[in-house]
């Protein structure tokens, strides 16, 4: 079935370092992927999204490409913020599975001073 | 509503009793999804509704949970006879539109419940 693997947590870095969360993803069809952010005592919210290959999706300062070739999903921020510190969710819809989503994990994210 | 809404957002049972964790969606999302989280997990997919009806209920883990969805609105979650490892975060989403890949679904703050 389809499935969503992310890199395991946790990763602490500093403010202004350069992030990346790798996922990967495996579905028979043609999905689409996202991202949701977990901050502290929240609920997840959707970050960004992409819904066909090749497309970026981008928000806060964070960017996903969608590699139909490496079946990836990497988010990415040039310069994370202590802000930024949250569990990250790469999950996809769509495939034979269309009508519910499939999450990873999660990463945690820890920005120091 | 302005979002999704769930209750109670805490709650304390003993083992062997019932629980029933609500959900109020997106007024218009026709799509509602459960979804558990367990501490230190990802997101485990429990059961989706399109209108009432419920097309995919594989992700129940056993027969102690339930749910339904009345008017296309709100849905219940029921859990019978609790267990220890039911302990979790309870969580609902709802979307716009099924069978569309690129609808985002939005999620409610969560059920936390802890079963003694």
């Known amino acids: 079935g389809d499935s969503v693997t992310q890199m395991e947590g946790p990763v602490t870095l500093s403010e202004e370092a350069f992030l990346t969360i790798n996922c990967t993803y495996t579905a028979t069809g043609y999905p689409s992927l996202f991202w949701y952010v977990q901050y502290p005592g929240e609920g997840l919210q959707l970050l960004l999204k992409a819904t066909k290959a090749d497309d970026k999706g981008s928000n806060k300062g964070f960017e996903a490409t969608y590699r139909k070739e490496t079946t990836s999903f990497h988010l990415e921020k040039g310069s994370v913020q202590v802000s930024d510190s949250a569990v990250y969710f790469c999950?996809?819809?769509?495939?034979?599975?269309?009508?519910?989503?499939?999450f990873g994990a999660g990463t945690r994210l820890t920005v120091k001073p | 509503g302005a979002g999704v809404s769930q209750s109670p957002s805490n709650k304390v049972t003993e083992k062997g009793k019932d629980v029933e964790l609500r959900c109020d969606p997106i007024s218009g999302h026709t799509a509602l999804y459960w979804y558990r989280q367990s501490l230190g997990q990802g997101l485990e997919f429990l059961i989706y509704f399109q209108g009432n009806s419920a097309p995919d209920k594989s992700g129940l883990p056993s027969d102690r949970f339930s749910a339904e969805r009345t008017g296309g609105s709100v849905s219940t979650l029921t859990i019978q006879r609790t267990q220890q490892e039911d302990s979790a975060v309870y969580l609902c989403?709802?979307?716009?539109?099924?069978?569309?890949?690129?609808?985002?679904?939005?999620f409610g703050p969560g059920t936390r419940l802890l079963v003694l």
């Open positions: 989403a709802s979307s716009l539109v099924t069978g569309g890949p690129g609808a985002a679904q939005y």
């Open positions: 999950a996809l819809r769509g495939g034979l599975q269309n009508n519910d989503m499939r």
